[in-house]
């Protein structure tokens, strides 16, 4: 199965600050490559698909961008709502997910 | 708008089966894949598997002799089964959309609250 890494695990940030996170991949997935949200005990909401296409209703200060291996989301300029936990997912293959990235406040 | 909603027993003793279902409303359950995610405390997301329609299905290696899935087209519902669990499969258990047939062309869109299945004697 694909392996996929994310960094930083924790990113302590301000409102305001540009954010990036990054996701590597085991091999190559093309850009079959999603982000999701998660906020404690709540279901994952996706933001971003195919690597770079923006979900419905989604802020466009989130982006997405890569192909292949790597992979970054970024938030242009974080806001209150978006500290939360941050997971990638590949769907090359049978789907599988990076290990997420927390994004607190500093 | 779909809405997911998971439902089953919060407590399953070990070695047992833990069996879920997730009822879909405000649309058709046909034409589309429908997956288990899991996700134990304070850990990631782990796939378990995914069901078409046709009942055709796809399982995460790892799990996939314990796993069945099965779906009710009649009842706008799909289920998982997980056999011989034990204290490592507790965790909260969503049902997604998984959009291999929609435009994400596989991300999952649209998810369940999530329902916490514990695993204990």
């Known amino acids: 199965d694909i392996q996929m890494t994310q960094s930083p695990s924790t990113l302590s940030a301000s409102v305001g600050d540009r954010v990036t996170i990054t996701c590597r991949a085991s091999q190559s997935i093309s850009s079959w490559l999603a982000w999701y949200q998660q906020k404690p005990g709540k279901a994952p909401k996706l933001l971003i698909y195919k690597a770079s296409s923006l979900e419905s209703g989604v802020p466009s200060r989130f982006s997405g961008s890569g192909s292949g291996t790597e992979f970054t989301l970024t938030i242009s300029s974080l806001q209150p709502d978006d500290f939360a936990t941050y997971y990638c997912?590949?769907?090359?293959?049978?789907?599988?997910f990076g290990q997420g990235t927390k994004v607190e406040i500093k | 708008q779909v809405q997911l909603q998971e439902s089953g027993p919060g407590l399953v003793k070990p070695s047992e089966t833990l069996s879920l279902t997730c009822t879909v409303s405000g649309g058709s359950i046909s034409s589309y894949y429908w997956s288990w995610i899991r996700q134990p405390a304070g850990k990631g997301l782990e796939w378990i598997g995914r069901?078409?329609?046709?009942?055709?299905?796809n399982y995460n290696p790892s799990l996939k002799s314990r796993v069945t899935m099965s779906v009710d087209t009649s009842k706008n519902q799909f289920s998982l089964k997980l056999s011989s669990v034990t204290a490592a499969d507790t965790a909260v258990y969503y049902c997604a959309r998984d959009g291999m047939t929609t435009v994400t062309e596989g991300a999952f869109d649209i998810w369940g609250q999530g329902t916490m299945v514990t695993v204990s004697s």
């Open positions: 997912q590949q769907y090359n293959s049978l789907p599988t």
């Open positions: 069901i078409y329609t046709s009942g055709s299905t």
